[in-house]
C-alpha cells in the first residue's frame, strides 16, 4: 500500500456513490472535520437503484477473519438506535444458525469459537431451545443452532438516507441524477470528476476535487477505470423472494409490538449448509438463495437512470429465475413448515459485488494520486468499512489491519477477466460453504508454475495455490519412508497432568547431540484435519530434521533494487540496519508511522548499491514503488517470475551441496545470514544461508531458465543420503516448531515488533532513522504478546481465530493466529496472542477447538533447536 499523506481538512473530497457506503463514508468525512465533501449519485436520491436499494440487511457479525468481524461490529455500533422519521436504521434481532447434520453441528461449533474470540455474544442451542426461541420451525430437522442476540438487520436505504442527510447537514453538497463520466487528472493526481445530467446526458460540467472515491458499488470495476485502476470484483445475481402472508405469524415483535412490513421481530436464520438465509418481514418470510449456479452479469449490461425512472426497473434487481431457487424455497420449508404452499410474491435476482477472497476493495490509487476506492463492501461491513476509509484519508492511517483489505493484494498478472469472472462466481458458490483452513480453489489453476513443476509432479505432488502458484503439499512417493529401516517415530508428548516432566519441552526426542536421530510422530486426526493434510508431511518432517530435503520455495516474492542511494533509502524503509558489508543478509521489518508491522523482509547486499529482498506480495511492491526516490536513481524490479528458488535443508545439506559448488559453502567460508554467488553444477546460483525451517541449508536462487539442471543435479547428488522433495504441509510445522513468524498472519500492522517477538529485527539506535521509529520510542508495546503454546497431539490443530481461554475459567483473553502438528516435537505447536500477563512460559491456557477445550500451556522458544546448534554447522 503506498503512504498516505494526511488530507487536509479543507480538501475538494468527492465520493462517487451514494449508496451505503458512499453515504456512510460522506457522513464519516464529515464527522471528522472534512469541509468540503460532495456526494454524487448517478440515481435518483436515496434509492439510486444499486444493491443498497433492495439488500436485506442481515448483519452477521461471526467470521474467521478478525477484521471482517470488527468492520460489521462497527457498523451495528454506529447505527445503533439512531432512526429516520421515527423509524429505526438497525434492530439487533439476533442470529440463528441452523444445524441439521453432524458436520454442521460442528461448523457452528466452530464458529461459536470465531464469536467467543472476538468479543461477539454467543450461545450453542439444542433443537429444543431453537424451537422456543422461534416458534413454527420443525425441531425434527434441527440438530442444534447458534444464537448470536447482538446480530441484526440494517434497514439499508433508512441508513442511506440518514446518513447522507446528516452529512448534508454538516455541510457536505449531496448530488443525485449526476453521472460521473471521467476523472480529470494533471500530472499524475486528481483534480476533478467531469459529470452529467443521468437523465439526459447533457449538462457536462467538472466538480473541482483534490480526492475523488470510488464507492460505486456493483458499477465499482467501471468506475475504478477511471481512475487507472483495475479492481477484481464482479456483479453476481442473486435469488430473492418474499412468501405470501403466513398466517401462523403473529406480525409482533416478542413484546406485542405491530411490525412494520419490512421488519423482524425474531433473530434472523442462516443455514450454511443449504445455502440460505430467512427472516421474517411483518407477516411474511424473505427468503435468501445461494445454492444456485453462479449468475455473473457483465457490469455493462446493467441498466442505466433513464430506464429505471421510465419503469422503476432498478439495475440492481434482474429477472427473477425461478428454477435457480426452487432449492433454496423447498429448504426453507423443510425447516419451517407453514410457508409450504404459499405463493411468492416480489420475486427477484438482486446484483451484489463479489471479490476472489470476498474481501473489500479499499485504499488508494497505485497509479493516480488523490483517487481511492471503497468498492465490494455489503451492507454487513458498511458503516465500519466507510470509518477505515475516512480516517484513512484524513489521518493517514487506517486505524485496523487493512492487509485483506488493500485493493491492491493481488497480484496484477492474474487479474485478467477470465480470472476476475471465474473467482467472482466460485466466492459466490461457496458464500455459504465451509471454509475448511486450508481449502483451495479451482479457479484458472496453474497460471504460474516453477521449473521444477514436472519433477514435482513426477514425484506425485499434491498441489495448493497462492497467489496463482502451483505449491506442493506432500509427495506421495514419499509414502514409502515409512518402511524405510531408518525411520524413527516416537509417540505423542505427554502433556498436563499426565506429563512426567515439569514442561512440555523437557523431551529427550529432542537431544542436544545435533547427530542423533531425530524421531516424529504421526497424529492421529479427525475429519477437520485431514483436509488437504496426509501423514506423509510427518515423514518429510522427519526426512528434512534426519537427512536432507528439496522445497521449491519459488513461490516467494523477490526484488532486486539498485542504484545509487539504494542503502540509504532501503535503511529509511526497515527496522534493522542492512548497510552492512556485501553479502551480509539482514531479517527486518517495513513498519508503519504508528509502528506497525506493514511487512517482514530478508534483505541480501549483494553489492555497494545493489539488494535481494525477499518479501510477502504485491502490497510490498506497491508500498516500495510508491516511496522509490524521486531522483529516480533507486530502481526496483520483480524477480520472482524470472527466477526460481531451491531450498536445501537438512543435516546432510552441506554434503550434497559442496561437491557441485565452485565457492566456499563450509560453515567458515558462508555463515549463517551470510549470501554468496556461487556456482552449483555449473548454474550461476545466489545462495542465501537461511532457513525457515531450522535446519542447515540454503536457499538457492537462480534464472528460471537454469532451475531444472539445477533441480536435477541436486536431486542426483543427494540420493546418496535420502533426499527427497517436500512440501509445504511439513514446510509449515517445522516452521512452527521453529518459532518463525508469518506476516498477515501471525502479526500485522495492529502490533508492534516487541509484541510480537521480532524486538530482535529493530535498531532503534540506527543512524538516520527508519518509519516507525519515533511511535516506538513512545510506546513499544500494546500490552499483548504473541506466544508460543503446545497441546495435545491428538486434541487436533485448532485454526486461525480459535479463542484463548485462561485455564480454568470460561475467560477469553485472546486467540490463536497459526497451529500445526509438531510432528518432533510430538504435540501440537502454534501462536497466540495474549495479554502479556498470561505470557509467562508455562502459564496454563485453555484454547477453544469446537466447542470443546483443549489445554495449553505456553512454551519457551524456539521449542526446537534453542540454541541453534543444528542450523549453525
Known amino acids: 500500500m503506498p503512504e498516505t499523506t494526511p488530507a487536509d481538512p479543507s480538501a475538494r473530497i468527492v465520493v462517487i456513490g451514494a449508496g451505503v457506503v458512499g453515504a456512510a463514508l460522506a457522513d464519516e468525512l464529515i464527522t471528522r472535520g472534512a469541509q468540503n465533501v460532495t456526494l454524487v449519485d448517478q440515481g435518483p436520491l436515496y434509492h439510486t437503484g444499486g444493491s443498497s436499494s433492495h439488500a436485506p440487511g442481515f448483519v452477521f457479525q461471526t467470521s474467521p477473519s478478525r477484521t471482517m468481524c470488527q468492520l460489521a461490529q462497527r457498523t451495528m455500533n454506529k447505527l445503533d438506535g439512531l432512526e429516520l422519521d421515527g423509524k429505526p436504521l438497525s434492530a439487533r434481532v439476533g442470529g440463528l444458525e441452523l444445524a441439521s447434520t453432524p458436520g454442521q453441528l460442528q461448523e457452528i461449533k466452530r464458529r461459536y469459537g470465531f464469536a467467543r474470540a472476538w468479543g461477539v455474544p454467543a450461545k450453542l442451542l439444542t433443537p429444543e431451545q431453537t424451537v422456543e426461541l422461534w416458534p413454527g420451525l420443525d425441531v425434527t430437522q434441527i440438530l442444534g443452532a447458534l444464537h448470536t442476540p447482538t446480530d441484526g438487520v440494517v434497514y439499508s436505504a433508512r441508513a442511506v438516507e440518514f446518513q447522507a442527510r446528516r452529512a448534508e447537514a454538516g455541510g457536505a453538497t449531496v448530488m443525485g441524477l449526476t453521472r460521473v463520466v471521467e476523472v480529470e487528472t494533471e500530472d499524475g493526481r486528481v483534480t476533478g470528476v467531469l459529470v452529467e445530467d443521468a437523465t439526459t446526458g447533457e449538462d ?173 463492501i455489503w451492507v454487513t461491513q458498511s458503516a465500519g468499512c466507510a470509518e477505515v476509509v475516512a480516517e484513512w484519508i484524513l489521518t493517514g492511517h487506517p486505524g485496523i489491519d487493512t492487509h485483506g483489505l488493500d485493493l491492491n493484494r493481488f497480484d496484477p498478472d492474474l487479474l485478467s477477466d477470465e480470472w476476475i469472472r471465474g473467482k467472482a462466481s466460485e466466492s459466490y ?48 512417493q514419499n509414502a514409502s519412508l515409512f518402511s524405510d529401516p531408518e525411520f524413527l517415530s516416537r509417540a505423542p508428548k505427554a502433556f498436563g497432568a499426565s506429563a512426567q516432566a515439569p514442561s512440555a519441552l523437557d523431551d529427550a526426542a529432542v537431544s542436544n ?39 521449491d520455495m519459488s513461490s516467494l516474492t523477490r526484488y532486486r533494487v539498485k542504484g545509487a542511494g539504494a542503502t540509504a533509502w532501503l535503511e529509511g524503509l526497515t527496522s534493522n540496519k ?49 516511496l522509490l526516490p524521486a531522483s529516480g536513481t533507486v530502481h526496483i524490479e520483480d524477480i520472482t517470475t524470472s527466477t526460481c528458488c531451491i531450498g536445501l535443508w537438512g543435516p546432510h545439506a552441506r554434503d550434497v551441496l559442496e561437491p557441485l559448488t565452485e565457492g566456499d559453502v563450509s560453515h567458515e567460508g558462508l555463515k549463517y545470514f551470510r549470501s554468496a554467488k556461487i556456482r552449483v553444477a555449473g548454474v550461476p546460483v545466489l545462495a542465501l544461508r537461511v532457513s525457515y525451517v531450522g535446519e542447515l541449508g540454503w536457499e538457492l536462487y537462480t534464472q528460471a531458465a537454469h532451475g531444472l539442471r539445477l533441480w536435477d543435479q541436486i536431486a542426483a547428488a543427494g540420493a546418496p543420503y535420502g533426499i527427497i522433495p517436500a512440501g509445504r504441509a511439513a514446510f509449515s510445522s517445522l516452521r512452527l516448531e521453529k518459532g518463525y513468524r508469518s506476516f498477515g498472519t501471525d502479526m500485522t500492522r495492529e502490533d508492534t515488533p516487541e509484541d510480537a517477538g521480532l524486538g530482535f529485527a529493530v535498531r532503534m539506535e540506527k543512524e538516520g532513522g527508519f518509519i516507525g521509529q519515533d511511535a516506538l520510542r513512545e510506546r513499544s508495546t500494546n500490552g499483548r504478546r504473541l506466544v508460543a503454546f503446545g497441546a495435545r497431539l491428538d486434541a487436533g490443530r485448532p485454526e486461525a481465530g480459535a479463542a484463548v481461554l485462561a485455564a480454568g475459567t470460561d475467560k477469553v483473553i485472546g486467540w490463536v493466529t497459526s497451529a500445526d502438528f509438531g510432528y518432533v516435537t510430538g504435540q501440537v505447536i502454534g501462536l497466540a496472542w495474549v495479554p502479556v500477563e498470561y505470557a509467562e512460559v508455562g502459564t496454563a491456557l485453555s484454547i477453544l477447538r469446537f466447542g470443546t477445550e483443549i489445554q495449553a500451556e505456553v512454551l519457551a522458544e524456539p521449542v526446537y533447536d534453542a540454541g541453534m546448534a543444528r542450523i549453525r554447522r
Not at 542423533?516 to 506423509?536: C, E, F, G, T, Y
Open 204 to 376: 457536462r460540467r467538472t466538480i473541482p476535487a483534490d480526492i475523488v472515491v470510488a464507492a460505486g458499488g456493483i458499477w465499482g470495476h467501471p468506475l475504478a477505470k477511471l481512475g487507472g485502476m483495475r479492481l477484481p470484483m464482479h456483479p453476481m445475481e442473486h435469488g430473492f423472494a418474499w412468501t405470501a402472508p403466513v398466517p401462523e405469524l403473529p406480525g409482533t415483535a416478542p413484546d406485542g409490538t405491530p411490525l412494520a412490513d419490512n421488519e423482524p421481530g425474531r433473530p434472523i436464520i442462516r443455514h450454511q449448509g443449504s445455502g440460505l438465509y430467512f427472516r421474517e418481514f411483518g407477516n411474511r418470510i424473505g427468503i435468501g438463495a445461494y445454492e444456485h449456479r453462479p449468475i455473473p452479469l457483465a457490469p455493462e449490461d446493467l441498466t442505466d437512470t433513464p430506464e429505471l425512472l421510465s419503469t422503476g426497473q432498478e439495475p440492481a434487481k434482474r429477472a427473477f429465475t425461478q428454477e435457480d431457487f426452487e432449492f433454496c424455497r423447498a429448504e426453507t420449508a423443510r425447516f419451517f413448515p407453514a410457508i409450504k404452499d404459499l405463493p411468492l410474491e416480489d420475486e427477484f435476482n438482486g446484483v451484489f459485488s463479489f471479490t476472489p477472497d470476498g474481501g473489500p476493495m479499499l485504499g488508494p490509487s497505485s497509479t493516480v494520486e488523490g483517487f481511492w476506492a471503497a468498492q465490494a
Open 429 to 476: 458458490d461457496e458464500v455459504y460453504d465451509v471454509h475448511f483452513p486450508h481449502q483451495d480453489t479451482t479457479i484458472t489453476r496453474g497460471l504460474k508454475t516453477s521449473p521444477f513443476h514436472t519433477r514435482i509432479q513426477d514425484a506425485g505432488g499434491v498441489f495448493s495455490e497462492a497467489n496463482g502458484w502451483e505449491r506442493a503439499l506432500w509427495h506421495q
Open 513 to 551: 547431540d545435533i547427530d542423533a536421530p531425530v524421531p516424529v510422530a504421526v497424529p492421529r486426526r479427525d475429519a477437520w484435519d485431514q483436509v488437504n493434510w496426509s501423514p506423509i508431511a510427518a515423514a518429510e518432517a522427519w526426512a528434512t530434521r534426519n537427512r536432507v530435503a528439496m522445497y
Open 578 to 626: 542492512i548497510g552492512k558489508t556485501v553479502g551480509a543478509v539482514t531479517y527486518a521489518l517495513m513498519l508503519d508511522q504508528r509502528g506497525g508491522i506493514l511487512s517482514d523482509v530478508t534483505v541480501a547486499r549483494l553489492d555497494d548499491e545493489e539488494y535481494f529482498i525477499g518479501a510477502n506480495g504485491p502490497l510490498d511492491l506497491d508500498r516500495l514503488t510508491g
